[in-house]
């Protein structure tokens, strides 16, 4: 396709280039088949769907599981004009969840940030903000050979072995799971374990507070562009203000959210990676420590862990798919022992509305 008309801001045409070299290769048979593609651009969702609703826009791939369970029956939608389709997504999935900011001191300590991951109580925001629409994400490899589960294998520990004395215990076990609560919203149990865990860091609940070992009390400022994740941030700062944390959401304007992402300036934040399949320097840009208080950069996390930097390295210089996977596994344990992310969710399906002007080969 070559771009054909277009408007800064409104649209913009690809029309199909009938002698392009390729077109009779086996590989774009069947494939490329419209003369013109145009994409409308919009400044918000809610009137992309009303100009989809009234057939300005002929194509729509869903995001919002409240609107798709809930705004999809409108009148062409009932007459069958418009046709719904829920389609299994098997296709490799990143890692979305809150960032932890471990420059600032009070999230230095693993087993603070465990104990903050512990009061996210994702199957009662699943059921009640979601319904019942995504699954729990657990690492940034979902969905692919690069996710550590069970036990470590052999070659895996090879790689970890070395670093041994400078990594948690739990990176030689079971690979890190996030436990499934009771769905209440208010998880007892998982209240005592969060509380045993900041215990263990040295903090104490005193007076309704949340202490950390310096005195001061634990606070987090979530921090956003869009309110879109509120109501989703409220119920996880219900449970942590119940152990005496001090947890806000803020949203603040685009410009002023880009800067304060590029300087570091901020305790939680939400983002999501996906991991190349092969192997690539980008990686260092999210998890090496060159990289950790480089502004700008894409570790939110501010990782700096040589063990880390070490497995990095096997997996960009991996000369294999075997060594690249064990590498990557080796990885993927010690980020999720380390809990600098709390893993959110991503969708099993994909939702597709489209008018039924169309036809596709079975």
């Known amino acids: 396709y070559r771009v054909g008309r277009f408007n800064f801001g409104t649209f913009i045409d690809f029309e199909r280039v009938d002698d392009h070299w390729a077109k009779d290769r086996p590989v774009m048979v069947g494939r490329f088949n419209f003369d013109r593609i145009r994409y409308e651009y919009y400044r918000d969702r809610t009137a992309s769907f009303e100009a989809f609703k009234g057939g300005k826009i002929l194509f729509r791939?869903?995001?919002?599981?409240?609107?798709?369970?809930?705004?999809?029956?409108?009148?062409?939608?009932?007459?069958?004009?418009?046709?719904?389709?829920?389609?299994?997504?098997?296709?490799?999935s990143g890692g979305q969840g809150w960032f932890f900011n471990t420059r600032r001191a009070k999230f230095a300590d693993r087993r603070v940030r465990e104990a903050i991951g512990l009061l996210f109580d994702f199957?009662?925001?699943?059921?009640?903000?979601?319904?019942?629409?995504?699954?729990?994400?657990?690492?940034f490899y979902e969905k692919t050979a690069n996710k550590a589960e069970g036990l470590p294998s052999e070659p895996e520990l090879a790689l970890l072995e070395?670093?041994?004395?400078?990594?948690?215990?739990?990176?030689?076990?079971?690979?890190?799971?996030?436990?499934?609560?009771?769905?209440?919203?208010?998880?007892?149990?998982?209240?005592?374990?969060?509380?045993?865990?900041?215990?263990?860091?040295?903090?104490?609940?005193?007076?309704g507070r949340m202490l950390l070992p310096s005195g001061d009390q634990l606070?987090?400022?979530?921090?956003?562009?869009s309110d879109t994740f509120e109501p989703h941030h409220n119920a996880f700062i219900r449970n942590l203000r119940q152990l005496g944390i001090e947890a806000t959401y803020r949203v603040v304007d685009a410009a002023q959210y880009t800067l304060r992402l590029r300087d570091f300036d901020f305790d939680?934040?939400?983002?999501?990676?996906?991991m190349p399949l092969y192997p690539s320097r980008f990686i260092r840009q999210v998890f090496g420590s060159?990289?950790?208080?480089?502004?700008?950069?894409?570790n939110m996390a501010g990782i700096a862990n040589p063990a880390i930097d070490a497995v990095?390295?096997?997996?960009?210089?991996?000369?294999?798919?075997?060594?690249?996977?064990?590498?990557?596994?080796?990885?993927?344990?010690?980020?999720?022992?380390?809990?600098?992310?709390?893993?959110?969710?991503?969708?099993?399906?994909?939702?597709?509305?489209y008018w039924d002007y169309y036809d596709r080969p079975a």
Not at 61 to 75: G, H, I, K, L, V
Not at 123 to 139: I, K, Q, V
Not at 219 to 225: A, K, P, Q, Y
Not at 268 to 274: A, D, E, G, H
């Open 312 to 353: 990095l390295e096997k997996i960009i210089d991996a000369k294999s798919q075997e060594e690249f996977n064990i590498a990557n596994r080796a990885l993927d344990r010690i980020i999720r022992a380390e809990h600098y992310v709390i893993f959110q969710w991503h969708k099993a399906e994909r939702w597709l509305a």
């Open 61 to 92: 791939e869903e995001f919002t599981s409240r609107n798709w369970a809930t705004d999809y029956n409108f009148p062409a939608v009932v007459d069958g004009r418009v046709k719904l389709e829920n389609y299994p997504d098997e296709t490799p």
């Open 162 to 207: 070395p670093f041994r004395d400078q990594l948690p215990e739990a990176v030689f076990g079971e690979a890190y799971v996030a436990s499934v609560t009771d769905g209440s919203g208010r998880d007892r149990n998982q209240m005592r374990r969060a509380l045993a865990a900041f215990n263990e860091a040295g903090c104490k609940l005193e007076g």
């Open 219 to 225: 606070t987090i400022e979530f921090l956003n562009n």
């Open 123 to 139: 199957e009662w925001t699943n059921a009640n903000l979601m319904y019942d629409s995504y699954e729990r994400s657990g690492s």
């Open 290 to 298: 060159v990289s950790a208080n480089s502004p700008g950069s894409y």
């Open 268 to 274: 939680m934040c939400v983002s999501r990676f996906s």
